[in-house]
Each structure stands twice: as structure tokens, then as C-alpha cells.
Nanobody, 124 residues
Framework: QVQLVESGGGLVQAGGSLRLSCAAS????????MGWFRQAPGKEREFVAH????????RYADSVKGRFTISRDNAKNTVDLQMNSLKPEDTAVYYCAATSRLTLVSSPSDYDYWGQGIQVTVSS
């Protein structure tokens, strides 16, 4: 069982930056692939980024590639999402998620545990 709590969201102007952090409970954090997803009003939850257990490999949605960076610290049980050059279309509730699958999967249905979500609003 893993409990996830996101922090760091808020309101920012277009072109600005935010750093989201997700703190995980439990001693098995390093065994999970971690991901970030987002959901805008009226839209389905979509994949943003994920990172392998070791942190060696990451993958991003095309819409955020080059602007967002995912990282993890297995000693601190945290996974972060650095978001730069933010756009109004990045406005959404952002979710941290964990999966016990061994590969980088990008469907929300592949993830076992979810945080409560945190609002990110980018004004134009």
C-alpha cells in the first residue's frame, strides 16, 4: 500500500514555472514506477510523464516535452515535476501515481495508487 500526497501547485502566469512534489508513504517506494497525470475540466485524465524505479529512464507526453522534467529521490520517497515555460493549456488538476508494473506505462488504468490531485492554473 502506498499513500501519495502532492504539493506545490498554484496560480502562475504564462511563461512561468512551478515545481510539483509528491511524497509517498511506505518503505517500498523504490519498487514503483512513478507517474504524473493531469485532468482539465471536461477532459479525460492524461499522461504527463513517468520515471522508472531507478530514475534512469523517463518519458514525457509530446505536449510537455522539453518544458517539464520528472525526477525522483528514493531516499526521500519523493517524485517531483519541474514545469517550465507554462502555458494556459497546462491548466489542470495534476495527479501523482504509482504502479507496480515493471515498464513505463502511460494509461491511467495501469496505475495502482493515486494522490488526491493538486490544482495548477496558468493565466494568459
Amino acid at each position: 500500500q502506498v499513500q501519495l500526497v502532492e504539493s506545490g501547485g498554484g496560480l502562475v502566469q504564462a511563461g512561468g514555472s512551478l515545481r510539483l512534489s509528491c511524497a509517498a508513504s511506505g518503505r517500498t517506494f523504490s519498487t514503483y514506477v512513478m507517474g504524473w497525470f493531469r485532468q482539465a475540466p471536461g477532459k479525460e485524465r492524461e499522461f504527463v510523464a513517468h520515471i522508472l524505479r531507478s530514475g534512469i529512464m523517463t518519458r514525457y507526453a509530446d505536449s510537455v516535452k522539453g518544458r517539464f522534467t520528472i525526477s525522483r529521490d528514493n531516499a526521500k520517497n519523493t517524485v517531483d515535476l519541474q514545469m517550465n515555460s507554462l502555458k494556459p493549456e497546462d491548466t489542470a488538476v495534476y495527479y501523482c501515481a504509482a504502479t507496480s508494473r515493471l515498464t513505463l506505462v502511460s494509461s491511467p488504468s495501469d496505475y495502482d495508487y493515486w494522490g488526491q490531485g493538486i490544482q495548477v492554473t496558468v493565466s494568459s
